[in-house]
Antibody, heavy 118, light 107 residues
Framework: EVLLVESGGGLVQPGGSLRLSCPAS????????MSWVRQAPGKGLEWVGN????????YYVDSVEGRFTISRDNAKNSLYLQMDSLRAEDTAVYYC???????????WGQGTLVTVSS | DIQMTQSPSTLSASVGDRVTITCRAS??????LAWYQQKPGKAPKLLIY???SLESGVPSRFTGSGSGTEFTLTISSLQPDDFATYYC?????????FGQGTKVEIK
């Protein structure tokens, strides 16, 4: 069974930083692209960014480019999201997700809530 | 970015009804479309990929169709477990983008 478990969310002030983690199990982690997807309270889904199997390529949505960094540690079967210069509009539940054969998402974690507020 | 527009935003239906949700893309995405189901407080669940391919374990009452810019998700006979919000997502072009969602509620 594929298992993705996000952690690291919480309350942070505007301009602050937070690092999310997502350990994975139940599949060969190093064989898959991985993504972060977020959902603001009461709103729809927004893809944040993804990372290639070996970490050599990353892509981001424009709204987080230069502020967020996705990384992975294949030895630890873990995905990370470093979030800097956080804004109120970054408040959301953040999900890690496994990319399918193309850029759809076939497995999701349970999500972790990030709240940016003073 | 490619804009995805779903209709309707909310749909009221009864158990046993046939339900159809439409998703339109702002430009052709060929067949690179996925559908997800999300229940309150839960993560989305993949239902359909490549417009019409059923994800393993998903009941056959869910079918997807379409190509280019217009797509549909049909639930042939609505079950109590199907009351949820449904999202389409294109993955033809970066960034992957989602529709705004269609909430299927009990009539």
């Amino acid at each position: 069974e594929v298992l993705l478990v996000e952690s690291g969310g919480g309350l942070v002030q505007p301009g602050g930083s937070l690092r999310l983690s997502c350990p994975a199990s139940g599949f060969t982690f190093s064989s898959y692209w991985m993504s972060w997807v977020r959902q603001a309270p009461g709103k729809g889904l927004e893809w944040v960014g993804n990372i290639k199997q070996d970490g050599s390529e990353t892509y981001y949505v424009d709204s987080v480019e230069g502020r967020f960094t996705i990384s992975r540690d294949n030895a630890k079967n873990s995905l990370y999201l470093q979030m800097d210069s956080l804004r109120a509009e970054d408040t959301a539940v953040y999900y890690c997700a496994r990319d399918g054969n193309q850029k759809y998402f076939d497995s999701w974690g349970q999500g972790t809530l990030v709240t940016v507020s003073s | 970015d490619i804009q995805m527009t779903q209709s309707p935003s909310t749909l009221s239906a009864s158990v046993g009804d046939r339900v159809t949700i439409t998703c339109r893309a702002s430009q052709s995405i060929r067949s690179w479309l996925a559908w997800y189901q999300q229940k309150p407080g839960k993560a989305p669940k993949l239902l359909i990929y490549k417009a019409s391919s059923l994800e393993s374990g998903v009941p056959s009452r869910f079918t997807g169709s379409g190509s280019g810019t217009e797509f549909t998700l049909t639930i042939s006979s609505l079950q109590p477990d199907d009351f949820a919000t449904y999202y389409c997502q294109q993955y033809n072009t970066y960034p992957p983008t989602f529709g705004q969602g269609t909430k299927v509620e009990i009539k």
